[in-house]
């Protein structure tokens, strides 16, 4: 079932009547060939006809989702986030037809339609021409709109050169994001990334400013001489979550003298082949 | 007490500003679209400004827990660029109906010249086409006549008196507005507009039935905390406390919250989802409402010597 298909049916199914109504024949009017303003005026009413409560999609709903195409995550996501990128799916057309309206929409989004459009990236017909798109959605400063390409989004991690995926996962950081949610986050772990995010520590250690234990897990597996000098300072002098993630970091390294390095604290050793820590865990302290 | 200030230009602000406000007690504000301080060429100029304030401005406000609502016009100074006006208002519609847009505005008369009047026109028809509220700037030049001449056109071209806000009045306006059943905004605004002590008297006269006060805070030397203080002032000069709730909170509530985009809700109880997503304000009614991320900062005095 196409994307397009599941999510009008989980509308159809949260609807009242008369919202219900609207929509289809919204939906309808695009995909029989409607214009621009068709398009921009439905897109902007969605909120005041539907209203924004969440989406809330069963285990199942969620499957479909998957099944749809995969990677995609929509368990946050909103009615009316639902419903624009249902409309705005419904307007396709060609790539360069909807690139176009895409960019149009955004030069005047609001903040909720901005969130919207990015959630949807991975469901818009030519995947790489979005690229630019998903690059200018990570350069904002409103972090509900970068979280949007960010979290729970597998765009990014299959369309982002690695100097852009590198920029992205440090500016999570900078913004307070967490990393957690980043889809392909450890799969696209790289050495140019653990360099800058040791040298990011370093500059906030340097700066007496905390450090997010998440920064260890793209450390970890491309760990190597400085950086297993680092990890053992955080597992000598780190918080408890700091000293957990530097173990996990250390038991993802292919490198010898990290599991050496681990030997030296028993406990922590034992928290992680019990798998007692986890990186989901230190994403979420209770 | 709680405080809306219902004009009020934040783009022109800074982060010092907001803080202030938050803790003075204000929990939602109104930016009106208007003019920059010197006259815009392009009408991509205003596409930015305007994505600004249903985007951006949007997002800072909620970070320091005030909820921006904001109304989309032309303003009057530049309708006297006709070329650039019509491709203006070419846009508008595409941001009426944008989430947090309380009214078309501020738009009216500066100079009452036929182009204003035109596009004042215009803008009172494309608020009837989208059902929406007016906030009308009064000029500050030949202020009395043009405020009732602003009152005659809106009601000419079939605007609903209480769908209409009339700002800027001052002593020589505000009988007539309040008689024709308009609301009556009041600009506290050193040197030019009402000054506060003025605006106690008025108060003091009128009552506080469809009046509310503003500060129309910009780039120019103004008080971002016109409201607050006035509130004050007033209560320590014995305007009853119901009353002055009313010119500096409830009134502002019911004026823009006809527009069913403005509602209590948002601030005292914001729903979850939005929290996560923009407001990072507390809720007053939800003890353990879910927050998502760091509480708000403190405001972190400006004179501090310290700060890491």
């Known amino acids: 079932m196409k994307p397009a298909i599941v999510i009008e049916q989980w509308l159809a199914a949260r609807l009242p009547g008369d919202a219900a109504e609207w929509l289809k024949s919204s939906v309808q009017r695009l995909r029989g060939g409607g214009s621009d303003k068709d398009l921009y005026m439905s897109v902007s009413l969605v909120p005041r006809k539907i209203g924004k409560a969440d989406l809330a999609l069963s285990a199942t709903e969620l499957g479909h989702a998957t099944a749809a195409r995969p990677g995609w995550n929509p368990r946050e996501w909103s009615l009316d986030q639902a419903a624009r990128v249902l409309l705005l799916l419904a307007a396709a057309g060609d790539g360069a037809t909807f690139s176009r309206r895409l960019d149009q929409l955004c030069a005047t989004a609001d903040v909720g339609e901005l969130v919207a459009f990015y959630r949807g990236l991975p469901l818009y017909p030519d995947q790489p021409r979005h690229v630019l798109r998903a690059a200018e959605g990570v350069r904002t400063n409103m972090k509900a709109v970068f979280e949007a390409v960010a979290h729970r989004n597998p765009y990014a991690s299959e369309q982002l050169a690695e100097p852009a995926w590198n920029q992205m996962v440090l500016k999570a950081l900078f913004i307070g994001a967490s990393l957690d949610p980043i889809v392909g986050l450890d799969r696209r772990a790289n050495p140019a990334l653990a360099r800058m995010l040791c040298d990011y520590a370093h500059e906030r250690w340097a700066a007496g400013r905390p450090v997010s234990p998440e920064l260890w897990r793209c450390v970890g597996p491309h760990a190597r001489g400085d950086m297993l000098a680092d990890l053992a300072r955080v597992l000598k002098k780190g918080t408890g979550p700091e000293r957990a993630a530097a173990a996990l970091a250390l038991s993802s390294s292919p490198d010898p003298a990290a599991s050496g390095l681990l030997w030296e604290y028993p406990e922590l050793s034992a928290a992680v082949s019990e798998k007692k820590v986890s990186w989901q865990a230190i994403a979420n302290p209770a | ?308």
Request: aromatic share 8%.
């Open chain 2, 1 to 308: 007490m709680r405080f809306i200030d219902p004009h009020i230009h934040m783009s022109a602000r800074t982060t010092d500003d907001y803080e202030r406000m938050a803790a003075a007690g204000i929990v939602a504000i109104v930016e009106p679209a208007f003019w920059l301080g010197q006259p815009r060429t392009q009408v991509g100029s205003y596409i930015d400004y305007m994505s600004s304030l249903v985007g951006w401005e949007r997002f800072r406000a909620a970070q320091f827990g005030i909820r921006h609502y904001c109304t989309i016009g032309l303003n009057s100074k530049e309708a006297n660029n006709e070329a650039l006006a019509e491709q203006v208002l070419e846009i508008l519609p595409r941001y009426l109906m944008k989430e947090g847009v309380v009214a078309v505005g501020e738009i009216g008369y500066d100079d009452q010249t036929p182009v204003e009047d035109k596009f004042y026109r215009a803008q009172l028809s494309l608020a009837k086409e989208f059902d929406m509220l007016v906030q009308v700037h009064t000029p500050h030049r030949d202020k009395k006549s043009g405020t009732t001449r602003s009152m005659d056109v809106a009601i000419e071209m079939g605007m609903e008196p209480g769908r209409v806000v009339i700002d800027h009045n001052n002593e020589e306006t505000v009988e007539e507005v309040l008689d024709r059943g308009f609301w009556a905004a009041f600009t506290i605004y050193p040197h030019t507009k009402m000054g506060n002590e003025r605006m106690v008297e008025i108060a003091r006269k009128y009552g506080s039935e469809r009046i509310f006060i503003d500060s129309s805070s910009d780039w120019g030397v103004s008080d971002p905390l016109a409201v607050p203080k006035t509130a004050h002032l007033m209560l320590e000069r014995g305007i009853a406390a119901r009353d002055v709730e009313e010119i500096c909170y409830g009134n502002a509530l019911q004026a823009f919250g006809q527009s069913g985009q403005m509602k209590e809700e948002h601030w005292l109880d914001p729903a979850p989802i939005d929290q996560r997503m923009l407001f990072e304000g507390n809720s007053v009614l939800r003890g353990q409402a879910p927050r998502v991320g760091e509480p708000a900062a403190v405001p972190q005095h400006s004179d501090a010597t310290v700060f890491k």
